[in-house]
């Protein structure tokens, strides 16, 4: 059987079936595809165990995958190869016993509070060719930074689902196909609410809530990756769209906030995925530090007693 007749197949099940996101589809599409590439494959028969195998050291040692990526091919196959299993087009999945290398427990990277700060500033003050672009865009990272909005989340937000007056945000299937509502603070509500004064003088109707500056439609990926190298050159500042999400995380937590409100706001669904961010924030361990009971004894410094 063909492989990627079959991969249609399974994607077609994974999406209206089992419920999986758009770009778990593309995920699945991509990973598999691959694999039948580097292992110079057409049909799902041909697929050994040592095949698997050498695609991941492949992996490994020639394309110097991270051991994410490791995990995500990985993740993608054994899926794959569960579903072609059921439905008798392989005898065995050849991942079912597969050894997963350990996950680093990397700190998230985020940039400092005074780097946001001058990134907003940028986002504001560039010199745009048109002021639409100033609002708009200020706005968008805003989102970002005040909100801790997912690229995707951002980018499919639609105009319903802002409510700047009783300020919140309405995020529909998110990661993990889940809905959440996000509270915005009065900072974001003036942003947003300074773009829509914009985005209605230039009669926008696109239901996407951010509009493209030339056409009445919603900003695409592309778009908004060139806007965002724009302001890394202009501010000097070395960052992904991920890097502002993570700085989101441990900005709050600084401020004060709980661990359990932050991982709904965050939409994880587990809160463990939220406690890195404990790690991540030297300025929130510091003020817990000073919790130590001992800390507020005064000791006599003027005491010369000897213990020798």
Known sequence: MNIELLLEDFCYHSQYIRGVSINTVKRYQQKVSYFAKVSE???IEEITEKMVQSFFLYGRAQKKWKISSYRTYYMTL???FRWCVKNKYLEENYLADFELPKLEKSLPKKIKKEEALRLLEIAYNYPYTHSYLKYRNHAIFALFLFAGLRKNELLNLKLNDVDVENQ???VHLGKGNKDRIIPMNHTLAQSLNRYLVQRKKQNKTCPEFFACSNRNKGLTETGL???SNKLKEA????YTI???RHTFATLM???GC???SLSKMMGHSDIKTTTIYLSASAEHLRGQITKHPLSRHKFDTSLKQSFY
Request: glycine letters at 8%; proline letters at 0%; hydrophobic letters at 50%.
């Open 41 to 43: 494959i057409s049909h």
């Open 78 to 80: 054994v899926v794959f």
């Open 168 to 170: 919140t945000i309405f």
């Open 225 to 227: 990756k060139l806007l």
């Open 235 to 238: 501010s000097g500042l070395t």
């Open 242 to 244: 991920h890097t502002l």
């Open 253 to 255: 937590l600084e401020g």
């Open 258 to 260: 709980d661990i359990y």
